[in-house]
């Protein structure tokens, strides 16, 4: 694993670790700061040092490997590859060396505390991403082996058992030790035997499989199926029931019918 941005940015400027001036020791930053105090930049960059250290230390031991660490900082700072990181490391420590948080602070004081800090938690952001990429991906795989895990021991490894079992109850085996004592002796199965009776009991689960898996091919297929959606006909168009009592009366036939 390693930032590409990191190759980006060394194909176009063509930068070599120690020609510019992007690191510094310990004992530099003690002679240029002499007298005075640290600013809240350079102490902020001490203190998100150390919170990488931990962010780095998966299992809390307080150690973090080599490669681990040269991983992270080729993310942080893309002067330097991954590998040129690891030979530094190396060469300033052991193949098997597990650096400690002091170890680990002194390093990102010489490799980064000229960067801009803003430049520095960006780089971390984007080790963060890549290392939550892959444990994403690792999850992913373990999750498919468990999906087909599952669908292996909910139909195929339970009829498997029972088809086997059918077998081996329905097969006979003998051996002629018990009437002949002249008999002689077999390596591996010996000699068996199945009833006609025991043929047909032992396909019983067989038979059952292929009717399902049919059944499931069948259904598998029908669900492929377009739904039909039925159009439904319009309604004629029918005037509205009015109730009697709604219905005005002629004033005429009123009059009449007082007259009568």
Request: glycine share 4%; charged share 25%.
């Amino acid at each position: 694993v390693e930032s590409q941005a990191g190759l980006v940015y060394r194909r176009i400027s063509k930068e070599v670790l120690g020609k510019s001036k992007a690191s510094c020791s310990i004992q530099q930053l003690q002679e240029e700061q002499g007298q005075q105090q640290l600013t809240e930049s350079d102490t902020a960059k001490l203190i998100f040092f150390e919170n990488l250290f931990y962010m780095l230390d998966s299992d809390s031991n307080g150690l973090i490997a080599i490669e681990d660490a040269a991983v992270m900082l080729s993310f942080v700072s893309l002067r330097t590859s991954r590998l040129e990181l690891e030979k530094i490391l190396i060469d300033h420590f052991s193949e098997h060396h597990r650096l400690n948080c002091a170890d680990f602070v002194e390093l990102c004081v010489e490799i980064m505390w000229t960067m801009p800090f803003e430049e520095i938690r960006m780089g971390a952001q984007n080790y963060n991403s890549s290392y939550m990429r892959f444990t994403k991906l690792c999850a992913n795989y373990w999750l498919g082996w468990s999906k087909a895990v599952d669908r292996w021991s909910r139909f195929w490894l339970p009829l498997c058992f029972t088809i086997a079992l059918g077998i081996l109850f329905n097969l006979e085996l003998v051996d002629d030790y018990a009437g002949s004592a002249e008999a002689e002796m077999f390596q591996g199965f010996g000699p068996s035997y199945m009833s006609v009776a025991g043929v047909f009991r032992s396909l019983i689960m067989p038979f059952f499989a292929v009717i399902c898996i049919c059944a499931w091919f069948y259904m598998r297929k029908q669900a492929r199926k377009p739904k039909i959606v039925r159009e439904v006909a319009p309604e004629p168009d029918m005037k509205p029931i009015v109730p009697r009592w709604s219905v005005r009366q002629n004033p005429v036939d009123m009059d009449a019918v007082d007259s009568e």
